[in-house]
């Protein structure tokens, strides 16, 4: 039984040596496709492009292949980020992480890299590690606020059990605690806006 708990802006990052923090969709399309060129094409530092996504298994991938690249971002062709791995030597420079935070540290570590991860914890590590920018994409800040004019990379986040949970467990209560007015509020004060408000209206991105 899928509940839906909150909306939510994801953001593409990268490391400040490049000095842009504008990245249109056509730039997402043309790096994740290769042969990726290196920053300077782009108006950054003359260092290569490296792509920093998610494994199979990650929500964030999954709405970033469908809502910004209607197609899968391709298999990853390096191990560290740092270059191609043989015997591909692919074109594009492509690895794949496990986590959000996995992803974060490659992105602050990596120069010329490029990586997505959810907005609230992408702006809390950017502004914690002063190693990369959270970018704008067409020009729209990666912000539930930002989706009514047209910012495409966000989703509304579902919680799923296997058939209905039994009334005195754990996980009942855990649910009844998201329906609450102080789970409604932490969400909100962490930037995911909750499906339904402190007065008991339903969040307009959650009814589309």
Request: aromatic residues 6%; contains cysteine; negative net charge.
């Amino acid at each position: 039984m899928p509940e839906g708990q909150s909306s939510d802006a994801h953001a593409a990052s990268n490391p400040p040596p490049q000095g842009r923090r504008e990245s249109p969709t056509l730039r997402w399309e043309r790096t994740s496709t290769g042969p990726v060129p290196p920053e300077s094409e782009l108006g950054g530092k003359d260092v290569p492009i490296r792509i920093v996504g998610r494994d199979g298994e990650s929500g964030s991938r999954q709405i970033f292949q469908t809502k910004l690249l209607g197609r899968s971002e391709g298999a990853a062709s390096s191990t560290e980020c740092q270059e191609s791995s043989p015997p591909l030597h692919a074109p594009t420079i492509r690895c794949e992480l496990s986590t959000t935070q996995e992803l974060i540290d490659k992105v602050a570590e990596t120069p010329g890299a490029i990586g997505y991860a959810d907005a609230p914890t992408a702006k809390t590590e950017a502004a914690r590690l002063q190693k990369f920018h959270v970018v704008t994409l067409d020009g729209k800040l990666p912000d539930a606020t930002s989706i009514a004019q047209g910012y495409p990379f966000w989703t509304v986040e579902y919680l799923y059990t296997a058939g209905a949970p039994e009334s005195s467990s754990l996980l009942k209560n855990f649910i009844a605690f998201l329906g609450s007015a102080n789970a409604r509020a932490e969400l909100s004060i962490r930037g995911y806006p909750p499906c339904i408000d402190r007065n008991g209206n339903r969040n307009a991105l959650c009814i589309q």
